[in-house]
């Protein structure tokens, strides 16, 4: 049962991870985009911020899953601890990003301080996590990454929510988005306090 869950969390980052790249092969219309006016799709700043929160949080997410192996941290630490830092750089700047492009979230204040939220506590968490063990306090290092990488992953259960919640509003988007906006990422952290209990983490 455990290994069945391990490796559908490895599919899902994985897939979600390459997900990002669907925007440079299709038209900018496709999903999200298409919820967006010209003027803001026209908006030099608006596209920095967005393609540096989905290129890069595509990034944290694909390598992200490999530093909860306890088999890689014991017998590749040095791989660890690159593979840490390029998760570290990708989940600060995906957080920035996302924290910009927050104030225009789809669906007005409600999706915007859900969205911001995220960025923040994604953001903050990443960077307590990676002082944590530049000053050697490894058990915080790892409290730390467990609740970075539930915000990480609220790619994912943003994808996973979203279709029922259409579906569930009859298709209409925006109430779906709004209540998406917290519900991919609160639950996330919610297990991430319950695994870091399990594990007796201080």
């Known amino acids: 049962m455990k290994k069945s869950i391990w490796w559908s969390f ?3 980052c994985i897939a979600v991870g390459f997900y990002p790249f669907i925007y440079f092969l299709m038209d900018r219309k496709f999903g999200l985009l298409s919820t967006k006016s010209e003027l803001l799709l026209n908006d030099t700043l608006w596209n920095i911020g967005f393609y540096t929160h989905i290129i890069w949080g595509g990034v944290a997410l694909l390598v992200g899953w490999t530093q909860f192996s ?7 630490l040095e791989l660890h601890r690159r593979i840490g830092k390029i998760y570290v750089m990708s989940a600060l700047l995906s957080a920035i ?6 104030f225009n979230a789809t669906g007005g204040l409600i999706s915007e301080v859900g969205f911001i939220s995220l960025g923040a506590i994604w953001f903050i968490t990443t960077l307590l996590a990676f002082l944590d ?3 050697g306090k490894v058990l915080r290092h790892q409290k730390g990454m467990i609740y970075s990488y539930a915000a990480c992953f609220a790619a994912v259960t943003l994808r996973l929510w979203l279709p029922l919640l259409i579906m569930a509003h009859q298709g209409d988007f925006v109430p779906a988005y709004r209540i998406v906006a917290w519900l991919c990422w609160v639950p996330n952290l919610v297990v991430a306090w319950v695994l870091v209990r399990r594990a007796k983490i201080p």
């Open 10 to 12: 490895i599919v899902l």
């Open 70 to 76: 306890k088999k890689w941290r014991t017998e590749r």
């Open 97 to 102: 990003g996302g924290i910009f492009i927050g």
């Open 133 to 135: 063990i530049r000053n």
